[in-house]
Each structure stands twice: as C-alpha cells, then as structure tokens.
C-alpha cells in the first residue's frame, strides 16, 4: 500500500516553518533579563502553559498544574501570562520581520510562521549558475541524516532553502532577541512536521525520499496537521488509529463515510501531500479573547466575565483602526465526557449606530455590547434553570476599515472645509451636522430595525417622506433631488449649491 513520492509541482516548492522556542517564555525573558537561565514557568489560572529549558530539565512540563510543577521544581519562577498583549505584540514583530525576507508570510498561531521561499531560491539557484560555484552545504540537520545528491535538482533547492532559513533565525536572534526551530521541505505539512525534530533552536531539512518515514512515524493520526479532533473520531470508530492505517484504507468506504472532499484531502495528508498556498497573513480578521475556568453557574458571573473580555477586546479594535461589524459569542458547558470540544456559538450582527462609535467613543460600548452578547447567551442557555459554563469566548469579525477620509471623498472635503467669515448658520458645519444627523438617524432606524429582527426583536423604522409639493419647489428651485431620507429642512440650500458637482452628486446618491 506504499506510494511513489510525486515530483510535480511540489517537487519545485521550498516552504520553511518557523517555530520559536517556548514562546511565551522567551517574550518574559526579554522583558526582564534577569529572568534568564532561571527555571521559568508562563502562569495563566493554575497551570503552566509553557516553561524555559532550564525548567524543563527539572521536570517541569508544559500544561503541569501549578502544585504539580512546584512540587517537580521548588525554584520555579512564575510569571503571570493571562495578558496576552506582549505576546500578540511580538508576534506581529515576528511575521513583519520574516516579511522583509519574502512576501509570503503566513501565521500560525502566536509562535508559528509558513514563509513560501520558492522564488527567492530560485533566484539563488540562478545566481549559483551563473556564477560556476558549484560548492553548496546544508544548513542545521537533514532527517534521517540522508544523503544530499547535487546532481538532484530537488536536493539543490532545499539546501538552498536551509541557507535562508538559517538566515530568517539569525535575524530573528540579532534584532529581535528570540530563537526557534526551522523545517524546510516541499509544502507546508510536510515542513511543519519536521520543523521539531531537533529541539531548542535548531533547524531540519526534508528531502522527498524521506517523506513516508517521517509521515509513517507519527503514532497517532490526530499528529497529522489537518486532520481535526471530530474527523479523528471518526476515523477512530473505522479501526483507522494510524497513518498506516489511513493510507490502507478503501478510499472508496472513506468517502461514503466522510464525504468525497474531506475522504480524499485526508488521503493525501497521509501520503505527505499538500498543495494548499502558504497565503499571506495580512491583517487581522478578527478579534477574540476567551476565559476558561472551573464553574460559572450564574447570569451575573457571566455578564462579569462577559465584560472583562470585551474591556480588553475594545482596547485592540482601537488600535487597529477598523470597526467590526460582527460579534459571537462562544460557551462551553461543562461535560464528564467531552471536556474540551463540548463548544456552542451564537453571533449577530452589531447595530450600525454602535459599529460608528468604534474608534470614537469606544469607552461607551461596553454596556451596550454587553447587554448584546447577554442576550445571545441567553439563547443558548434557559437560565431558569442551573447550568455550568467553563469557558466564554467573544470574537468581533467582520472588520471594514473607518469612513474614508481620501482626497475625493465627502468625508475629506468637509473635513478641509472652513467656515466662511460672518455666515451665520449658513457654513459647512451646518451642513456637516445636517447631512450627517440625517443619514445617522436613518441608518439607526432602518438597519437596526433589521439587525432587531435577526435578533427576535420587534423594531421600527424610522422614514422620513418628502412631500411632493416640497419636491416640486425643490425642483423649480434648480436644486437637484435629495435622497429620499434627506427633507428640505434637513439640509442648507445655500450650502449644498457651493459644493463642487461631484460632491453633489455623491450625496445624493446616498441610499438611493
């Protein structure tokens, strides 16, 4: 049932995975040197979530109760990680220096990064050609200590890919104070896979005759990258445990089981192929923040919680400059059985007269917000009768950037506007204030009456209705239609005359 390696367009592929060495750790390092070459545990509630090496040479492991990692190492010094900011931080340094190198960055997590480096090798490929040097040394380890062939134009590619990787961790080192652990090979799996096999701050390369060996050695097929906890599960009750397993069987009986897509990406993921793209990061596409814990088993803890979350959360949307225009809500209930994945979501679109406030007057939509995600809870939960929560997470997605403020736009040209000396009431700031009180008015009416009504919420629209013999002076007046939401009264003629056409046009335009 063995498989012959596939030299398509894989073979020409180099992908490095990035994974920084105890992370969380290492941040707290940096910020207090003298915390350095002490046995160091990352506390967040009453468990380690990560260590340094010193701390793991005394017995210390990562997710060890506090006692328990106490009792292993007396000296164990503790520093407290539930704020996640200087880890978020430093991450987002990582991926913005590993960019510098090659544009194809993608993160994973706060401590892991695909880089796509095929071009850039390329190029080196070129550069050695045309060169004549002929003399090429592999960087850091090869698995299975195979032997390199320079006549193997795949083996030549990933040597190459070993020399910039090393070079993504020296600068890593040298300007950012972190050190971590490189896998180079043809696709993101397969990288990621090896990128552990020496450890601390070492780096391994994959060259494709080794491929099933490594794949073959993961003892359990939830270790393959892709394959999820649920789809394990199922895999579990077929007799499937292993990868030898996977790649045994039916493929015929594992798609009437799975679904032809899912039967036949978890195929491949056993022979150690993936085709999928290392796709650039960019931005966040939302944010989220969760709080785990042993009990909480009333509506007051919960909007408490609640309400913590979303202070922290609020605090990174102003930062990032964009407005979400989605929440979620996320619970899971305590289960003897299914302690880790017994998780249930609600989300609702936020209503447009909050979404305005976000970058503005962010310190008023805590309550408001709260009131929200509470009566979403309260959809997923009869609170007439007990429950026990252990975990809340909120997630703000759908993120647009702010009202444009670029030459051409509305919102710059009133923003350059200046009142005229001794206008009165006739300036821009009147027509400011009109044009904006109308639209926001509307938009309060209509739209959240829609988002009312996702959420089971009787809601009214507010319109408001030209009258036709106002129509009719407007007309003869040589002033054009105004959209349907904006009457007379709502905006100064004499105003609306001096802006420039395209302007004009704009706003009339609006809603329309």
């Known amino acids: 049932h063995s498989k012959p390696v596939s030299a398509g367009s894989a073979a020409g592929r180099v992908v490095v995975h990035v994974d920084l060495d105890c992370f969380y750790a290492q941040v707290e390092m940096i910020r207090n040197p003298e915390l350095r070459d002490k046995p160091l545990g990352v506390q967040q509630k009453n468990i380690v979530v990560t260590c340094n090496y010193e701390a793991r040479r005394l017995g210390v492991k990562k997710l060890m109760f506090i006692k328990d990692a106490k009792e292993k190492c007396p000296q164990l010094m503790l520093v407290n990680g539930e704020d996640l900011t200087p880890y978020r931080e430093t ?87 972190l050190t971590g652990c490189a896998g180079v090979a043809s696709n993101k799996l397969l990288s990621k896979l090896v990128s552990g096999t020496f450890k601390p701050n070492q780096q391994t390369v994959l060259l494709p005759e080794s491929w099933q060996d490594l794949i073959r050695s993961l003892d359990h097929i939830q270790k393959v990258p892709g394959i999820g906890y649920k789809t394990t599960r199922r895999l579990e009750t077929l007799g499937v445990r292993n990868v030898r397993d996977l790649q045994a069987f039916p493929p015929a009986v594992l798609e009437k089981e799975l679904g032809v897509s899912v039967a036949q990406r978890i195929q491949k993921l056993s022979y150690g192929e993936d085709d999928s793209p290392v796709t650039p990061s960019g931005p966040p596409q ?85 009131d929200i995600l509470m009566k979403l809870f309260r959809k997923m939960i009869d609170v007439e009768l007990p429950f026990h929560l252990t975990l809340l997470s909120v997630c703000f997605s759908n993120l647009k950037d702010l009202p444009s403020s670029k030459k051409g736009s509305i919102g710059f040209y009133l923003k350059q506007m200046s009142p005229p000396s001794g206008s009165g009431k006739h300036h821009a700031y009147a027509f400011i204030y009109v044009f904006f009180l109308a639209q926001e008015d509307v938009s309060q009416g209509e739209e959240s009456a829609s988002w009312n009504q996702n959420c089971n919420r009787t809601g009214t629209t507010k319109t408001r209705k030209i009258s036709e013999e106002k129509k009719s002076n407007i007309r003869k007046a040589g002033i054009p239609d105004f959209p349907f939401h904006l009457s007379p009264d709502d905006i100064d003629q004499d105003v609306f005359r001096e802006l420039p056409e395209d302007i004009q046009k704009e706003i009339i335009s609006v809603k329309t």
Not at 322 to 342: A, C, E, G, Y
Request: proline share 3%.
């Open 91 to 177: 991450s987002y340094k990582v991926t913005e220096l590993l960019g510098e190198f090659c544009p194809l960055v993608e993160r994973l997590g706060f401590d892991e990064n695909f880089v796509d480096i095929t071009e850039i090798v390329e190029k080196r490929l070129n550069q050695l050609q045309q060169s004549g040097h002929s003399r090429l040394c592999v960087s850091g380890h090869v698995y299975n200590n195979q032997a390199i062939n320079l006549q193997d134009a795949t083996h030549v590619r990933l040597v190459i890919g070993s020399q910039i990787a090393e070079e993504f961790r020296e600068a890593l080192l040298a300007r950012l104070g």
């Open 286 to 370: 939302s944010f989220s923040d969760e709080d785990s814990f042993k009990k909480c088993s009333s509506e007051a803890e919960v909007k408490e919680k609640i309400e913590e979350l979303l202070s922290s959360l609020l605090d990174r949307i102003s930062k990032d400059r964009r407005q979400p225009h989605t929440v979620r809500l996320t619970i899971r209930q305590f289960s003897p059985t299914d302690k880790w994945f017994n998780r249930e979501s609600r989300q609702c679109a936020i209503p447009p007269h909050l979404v305005q406030k976000f970058g503005k007057e962010s310190s008023n939509l805590l309550s408001p917000l709260a």
